[in-house]
């Protein structure tokens, strides 16, 4: 009986645009979280390299930033091995957005919403205690994108995420302003999935509310706003 294939040899080269490294990069993250080289031994840098055309250099640098994320492990003269998925830092932009590309990622997009309820109900309550003049006429100005955009005129993903970037940065915690990066990463995704299931972008209101809890400095009537806002989502995504 013939041995089965490995992904390495049945998979076609791909087309990994001007940036060769960050291109496979790219390709084998995706492929890592999808399981593609579960039952398999991971490629040596060479086979990669002449799987997709590029040089040993390109493949060992994109192979470091692949172990910098926490999905490989490589070991002089023992090669290269696929980490387990708890070692993986899923607070990496790169990381997360394959997790969330991934065909049946419902449960990520749940554990992701758990963590924001966690985390943005304090940083809006922080804003509305902190909050600069500057940062709330930035929430403000948010808000105001997502009017905007409702009547056709933005881009409602885009005016919903500055929204909440401007909420983490009110803060004036700047580790809460970092998780802007991880919010904006996944938003992507997540809005687009729960507005498809509601039918209709988010709701500028529960927003409002939001914003008129930080600009009356009332902490507590913030931190519910938002509550009740990431709720809904999850609500949203329990549905689907």
């Known amino acids: 009986m013939k041995k089965p294939k490995t992904p390495l040899e049945t998979a076609p080269a791909l087309r990994l645009g001007r940036n060769l490294t960050y291109g496979l990069l790219d390709a084998i993250g995706r492929a890592i979280v999808v399981g593609d080289y579960k039952s398999h031994d991971f490629p040596t840098e060479g086979e990669l390299a002449e799987q997709h055309g590029v040089s040993r250099q390109v493949t060992r640098e994109a192979v470091k930033m692949l172990a910098a994320k926490g999905m490989l492990s490589a070991r002089p003269k023992h090669g290269t091995f696929l980490q387990p ?34 985390v943005e109900p304090q940083a809006a309550a922080l804003a509305a205690i902190r909050g600069t003049a500057a940062q709330v006429s930035a929430i403000a100005e948010g808000l105001a994108r997502m009017r905007t955009a409702e009547k056709g005129l933005g881009d409602t993903l885009e005016a919903d995420i500055a929204f909440h970037v401007a909420v983490l940065r009110a803060s004036g915690n700047p580790f809460l302003a970092q998780f802007k990066d991880v919010v904006t990463t996944a938003l992507r995704t997540s809005i687009r999935f729960t507005n498809r299931i509601a039918g209709r972008t988010a709701s500028v209101a529960d927003h409002a509310a939001v914003y008129k809890a930080i600009a009356r400095h009332d902490a507590d009537g913030a931190s519910r706003a938002m509550k009740h806002l990431i709720d809904e989502v999850l609500t949203l995504i329990e549905k689907s």
């Open 85 to 118: 998925d708890e070692n993986w830092n899923l607070f990496d932009q790169d990381v997360l957005r394959w997790l969330l590309d991934r065909k049946f990622s419902i449960s990520t997009l749940r554990h992701f919403n758990e963590l924001r309820r966690a």
